[in-house]
């Protein structure tokens, strides 16, 4: 169906910060972009919301296409919507987070690298992922407060939890 409307539309992308504990220290995951604009900066993993795809979704899509990283479950973390952003053109973000095991990462598609920072060890960031990571450390704190049931069994211990608290604490 095509429209034809008044006003310009921005475009929407989604960014996962997926943060991953290795046992010792909480790490998050970034790739390095291949392309421009921010050529070689690192990056949350994301990208353009596909026509047909709701947000959750394209946000796993990118995450898996740029990372090989299969995840389970995502929790939209909110939107950034500052019309400079993104120097390309006027890009909202829908922007995502979860917590994982680290695990092997390979960069493919548009990134030219894919690796686990330590949150207290984060290189210079593109676009304005150092906000959407300090909105994302905070709301991780919040949720482990509230929800540390939820991650405890399978995926984590009640000692790692505690750590993983505390990390986003003192960082």
Known sequence: MEHSYKYPHPAVSTDSVVFGFDGVHLNVLLVERRNEPYKGKWAFPGGFLNIDEDAPEGAMRELREETGLEIKHIEQLGAFTAPDRDPRERVISIAFFTLVRVTEVQADDDAAGAQWYRIDKLPEMAFDHALIFEKALERLSHFIKLRTADFVGDDFSY????????????R
Do not use: G, R
């Open 159 to 170: 000692e790692e939890m505690d750590a993983i608290y505390y990390a986003t604490l003192t």
